[in-house]
């Protein structure tokens, strides 16, 4: 049961918390490029690195500079683009994939996609570096549709080598990106190697690139936290509703007087 799995995270004597950001964290900012820090939950997660039974890294599909400036908290892991790019807790930049195989073909099709989106209204191309998304939130819904299904062709057409690169889809979007960019692959990449074989894994996430990640998470035995209200099916063993409940709940697993 839902209320089970959080009590066990609550008792865990050693935790590894991997957190998603925006959607879980905070709510989703204005754009994909606006960096709001919040000094509460800077605070916070402070808070949290500095809790002894406590590992804690913030796993995000923003880039890695964006979330260096939201997350100012020395001594986390951060990993930007779902985990291309990771900044491990002594501060020493990874970058897991080779960034000359991946521009020159974002080059090929960046142009391309604002093309198509120019005469539209709704539509923000975000240049994340190591990968594009197109987003249509604010975009009248048959008009998304059609237009991101033009711009998938483009990706068909022009996103080579195949095996270097994966299409991320959703409501509204689509991203071209490396096909390291994925937090399943990133929690195995971090728990094969950062020693964490003591700790209990929570992961917290909000959507379907975190699904990836509750998988994997699943696997070697830990628990999976769905944030937001949405209906829909989920590997998760339990949910909070809105970054707001994350804040509360992750306050909890501090150390009276904290």
């Known amino acids: 049961m839902p209320g089970s799995a959080l009590e066990q995270i609550r008792q865990a004597a050693k935790l590894a918390l991997f957190l998603d950001y925006d959607g879980t964290l905070a709510d989703f900012a204005r754009t994909p490029d606006d960096v709001e820090p919040d000094p509460q939950l800077i605070s916070l997660l402070g808070a949290l690195r500095d809790a002894v039974h406590i590992r804690i890294a913030v796993i995000s599909g923003r880039r890695l500079s964006h979330i260096r400036a939201l997350v100012p908290v020395p001594g986390m892991l951060l990993a930007g683009t779902y985990g291309v790019e990771l900044q491990n807790p002594q501060g020493k930049r990874i970058d897991r994939v080779e960034f000359a195989r991946i521009r020159p073909t974002l080059d090929t099709v960046k142009p391309q996609w604002r093309a198509l989106i120019q005469p539209h209204r709704g539509f923000y191309l975000e240049d994340k570096a190591w990968s594009l998304a197109l987003h249509a939130k604010n975009a009248d819904e048959v008009q998304a549709e059609s237009v991101l299904k033009r711009a998938e062709a483009i ?17 509204k ?86």
Not at 221 to 247: F, H, M, N, W, Y
């Open 155 to 171: 990706i068909v057409r022009d996103a080579h080598p195949k095996e270097i690169f994966r299409t991320l889809g959703g409501h």
């Open 173 to 258: 979007f689509l991203e071209l990106a490396p096909r390291a960019a994925n937090k399943g692959k990133t929690i195995s990449y971090l728990l094969d190697n950062e020693g964490r074989d003591d700790l209990l894994p929570v992961y917290f996430g909000d959507d379907d690139k975190d699904e990836e990640a509750f998988g994997v998470i699943l696997q070697h035995g830990g628990i999976c936290v769905k944030v937001g209200a949405q209906p829909g099916e989920t590997l998760a063993q339990a949910r909070l509703s809105s970054p707001a409940a994350v804040r509360d709940f992750l306050k909890s697993l501090l150390p009276m007087g904290s």
